[in-house]
């Protein structure tokens, strides 16, 4: 017993190890990246129990076997005590037996097995995801199930596009999340969850859950939307199941009296149109509802078209003008005897791909570096100038120098052959990975002019330009769209794409506002280089007007 116990205490002196790397960190929910090592948390955490059940059962099978043998010993002794105790031997024993080895047993039945896997759990569970993590990751749900068009049972029964795991939520699944949902006075969110909880039970699935609860807030969501009627009809299910639960049968006399009101005061409305409609003495013109254009649709919605791959504004036409070429920017000499593949992605602001630009090895070696730093990826501030989280950018980032690898040098070296930008005063190389429904709606990567001092620590200038490696394929959603022109580019591991945000005036391109879709299926990595506008003056020279 005692060699169990320390072996039990060895596992959680090797784990700490590992977890303290866990603990400079929160917010797990916005990098799959380091999401992965819960997952080697849990499966030690699994075999300790396995260990501990192990040392419960061998505790039971011996005390078992005790009873057992104590138990046909005492049988056969009951039926001739007198004759049984005579014997001196069988006298001695029952002494011995009574004054000692039941005081053993009653050690071995109070005796603990716990120690050691409850010391482990105890050391793991303060590196446990957070209630925000739980939060975050049911929000991050609730954004792929809008921005994808998803329905409640799709997402249930594990059926995205692309998926290698699938897994079914559960009953009391589906209920957390609308309960999370709820307690952010998300209605919306809160009925589909609850109904789709409420459609498992009734097609047999065994839960700990009971009808009534699911109903009692599916009813109150249906409420707070509005619809009366749809809510009085679920109370009346729930009063069927339970007809002496005290808040349904408050509901129902309160619903019934609403919907009377309402209906009088329709009634009311109707008597007091006193005044008769003229006769149309002419024919009315027909309104003909105009389709609205890819212009006038808000942006939010336009965002989402294009994540889902919709709205892609690129003609036939266009399109033919784009080419995929061998390139050398010019002669340069590192790509005169092997170009590049290049690939055009749009036209106006030209965005280009380079194909095959990074190698696994560079990859693998970028993630070795960054992922013990990834910390909450921040956002500019314009009100207050500093650096802040945002919900609207949920991943985790990582700076890597030039100085701390050689590898790292010879990317940002192959950066500025390419582009034939000056990286001296660009900044770091940016890693970042993003979580579940991980994403960065649309923003600029330049600073606007209501925000002069958005890069004036750097004394480098504006952000003439951005350099985007893929460094991961995502299996559904993860895009990087274009709002505003209606572009979209995909994911594809060891490519990068390239665009201007200045115009060579150094006027901002507004045309260049984008966004990263939330990744639906996959784990997404990128980096990124912002290049800046100083040291550019001979390589990019200004233009003559503002958007030349």
């Given at each position: 017993?005692?060699?169990?116990?320390?072996?039990?205490?060895?596992?959680?002196?090797?784990?700490?190890?590992?977890?303290?790397?866990?603990?400079?960190h929160n917010d797990f929910f916005t990098s799959i990246g380091q999401m992965t090592d819960l997952?080697?948390?849990?499966?030690?955490?699994?075999?300790?129990?396995?260990?501990?059940?192990?040392?419960?059962?061998?505790?039971?099978?011996?005390?078992?076997?005790?009873?057992?043998?104590?138990?046909?010993?005492?049988?056969?002794?009951?039926?001739?005590?007198?004759?049984?105790?005579?014997?001196?031997?069988?006298?001695?024993?029952?002494?011995?037996?009574?004054?000692?080895?039941?005081?053993?047993?009653?050690?071995?039945?109070?005796?603990?097995?716990?120690?050691?896997?409850?010391?482990?759990?105890?050391?793991?569970?303060?590196?446990?995801?957070?209630?925000?993590?739980?939060?975050?990751?049911?929000?991050?749900?609730?954004?792929?199930?809008?921005?994808?068009?998803?329905?409640?049972?799709?997402?249930?029964?594990?059926?995205?596009?692309?998926?290698?795991?699938?897994?079914?939520?559960?009953?009391?699944?589906?209920?957390?999340?609308?309960?999370?949902?709820?307690?952010?006075?998300?209605?919306?969110?809160?009925?589909?969850?609850?109904?789709?909880?409420?459609?498992?039970?009734?097609?047999?699935?065994?839960?700990?859950?009971?009808?009534?609860?699911?109903?009692?807030?599916?009813?109150?969501?249906?409420?707070?939307?509005?619809?009366?009627?749809?809510?009085?009809?679920?109370?009346?299910?729930?009063?069927?199941?339970?007809?002496?639960?005290?808040?349904?049968?408050?509901?129902?006399?309160?619903?019934?009296?609403?919907?009377?009101?309402?209906?009088?005061?329709?009634?009311?409305?109707?008597?007091?149109?006193?005044?008769?409609?003229?006769?149309?003495?002419?024919?009315?013109?027909?309104?003909?509802?105009?389709?609205?254009?890819?212009?006038?649709?808000?942006?939010?919605?336009?965002?989402?078209?294009?994540?889902?791959?919709?709205?892609?504004?690129?003609?036939?036409?266009?399109?033919?003008?784009?080419?995929?070429?061998?390139?050398?920017?010019?002669?340069?000499?590192?790509?005169?005897?092997?170009?590049?593949?290049?690939?055009?992605?749009?036209?106006?602001?030209?965005?280009?791909?380079?194909?095959?630009?990074?190698?696994?090895?560079?990859?693998?070696?970028?993630?070795?570096?960054?992922?013990?730093?990834?910390?909450?990826?921040?956002?500019?501030?314009?009100?207050?100038?500093?650096?802040?989280?945002?919900?609207?950018?949920?991943?985790?980032?990582?700076?890597?120098?030039?100085?701390?690898?050689?590898?790292?040098?010879?990317?940002?070296?192959?950066?500025?052959?390419?582009?034939?930008?000056?990286?001296?005063?660009?900044?770091?190389?940016?890693?970042?990975?993003?979580?579940?429904?991980?994403?960065?709606?649309?923003?600029?990567?330049?600073?606007?002019?209501?925000?002069?001092?958005?890069?004036?620590?750097?004394?480098?200038?504006?952000?003439?330009?951005?350099?985007?490696?893929?460094?991961?394929?995502?299996?559904?959603?993860?895009?990087?769209?274009?709002?505003?022109?209606?572009?979209?580019?995909?994911?594809?591991?060891?490519?990068?794409?390239?665009?201007?945000?200045?115009?060579?005036?150094?006027?901002?391109?507004?045309?260049?506002?984008?966004?990263?879709?939330?990744?639906?299926?996959?784990?997404?990595?990128?980096?990124?280089?912002?290049?800046?506008?100083?040291?550019?003056?001979?390589?990019?020279?200004?233009?003559?007007?503002?958007?030349?």
């Open positions: 017993m005692l060699s169990l116990r320390m072996e039990l205490l060895c596992w959680s002196f090797l784990l700490l190890n590992c977890l303290q790397s866990l603990s400079a997952l080697y948390t849990e499966k030690d955490l699994v075999t300790s129990l396995k260990d501990y059940i192990k040392a419960e059962e061998n505790k039971l099978e011996r005390v078992k076997q005790w009873a057992d043998k104590l138990d046909s010993l005492s049988a056969t002794a009951t039926q001739d005590p007198e004759g049984f105790l005579g014997h001196p031997v069988n006298a001695f024993k029952l002494m011995k037996r009574l004054n000692t080895e039941w005081g053993d047993l009653e050690s071995l039945v109070l005796s603990d097995t716990t120690d050691g896997f409850i010391s482990n759990l105890t050391i793991q569970r303060q590196y446990f995801p957070t209630d925000e993590d739980q939060t975050g990751a049911a929000k991050a749900l609730l954004r792929l199930q809008d921005t994808y068009r998803l329905d409640a049972n799709t997402i249930s029964i594990g059926d995205l596009p692309g998926v290698t795991h699938k897994i079914l939520m559960t009953v009391e699944d589906c209920y957390e999340l609308a309960k999370i949902a709820y307690s952010e006075s998300d209605y919306y969110h809160t009925e589909l969850w609850m109904a789709q909880a409420l459609k498992q039970l009734d097609e047999g699935e065994e839960s700990t859950l009971d009808k009534v609860t699911v109903l009692d807030y599916l009813s109150y969501a249906i409420y707070q939307q509005g619809e009366m009627e749809r809510a009085l009809e679920y109370t009346k299910q729930l009063l069927e199941l339970d007809p002496e639960h005290q808040r349904a049968k408050g509901n129902l006399k309160y619903f019934q009296f609403q919907l009377e009101k309402q209906k009088k005061a329709a009634e009311n409305e109707i008597k007091t149109e006193t005044k008769p409609q003229e006769k149309e003495t002419t024919e009315p013109k027909k309104k003909t509802k105009k389709k609205a254009t890819f212009q006038l649709i808000p942006e939010r919605k336009k965002y989402e078209m294009l994540c889902r791959g919709e709205g892609n504004k690129m003609t036939p036409r266009r399109q033919s003008r784009l080419f995929c070429r061998y390139y050398d920017n010019n002669r340069s000499p590192m790509y005169v005897l092997a170009p590049v593949k290049q690939q055009d992605e749009w036209d106006s602001p030209y965005i280009v791909r380079y194909l095959d630009i990074i190698s696994d090895k560079e990859m693998d070696l970028v993630k070795q570096l960054a992922k013990p730093r990834l910390k909450r990826a921040t956002v500019h501030d314009p009100q207050t100038g500093k650096l802040t989280t945002a919900q609207y950018r949920v991943s985790k980032s990582a700076w890597l120098t030039g100085y701390e690898h050689p590898m790292i040098e010879k990317i940002n070296q192959r950066i500025e052959d390419l582009s034939g930008l000056e990286m001296d005063t660009a900044e770091e190389l940016q890693v970042a990975n993003y979580g579940v429904g991980g994403q960065y709606e649309p923003h600029f990567d330049f600073g606007r002019k209501d925000e002069p001092d958005a890069f004036k620590e750097l004394g480098t200038g504006n952000r003439i330009a951005t350099w985007l490696f893929y460094m991961s394929d995502v299996s559904a959603g993860g895009a990087t769209v274009f709002p505003d022109i209606g572009a979209a580019v995909w994911p594809l591991k060891g490519t990068a794409v390239f665009w201007y945000n200045l115009f060579p005036s150094g006027e901002g391109d507004y045309r260049t506002r984008h966004a990263a879709c939330p990744v639906l299926v996959g784990n997404k990595w990128v980096s990124n280089k912002w290049i800046h506008e100083r040291g550019q003056e001979w390589r990019r020279p200004c233009g003559l007007n503002e958007t030349e």
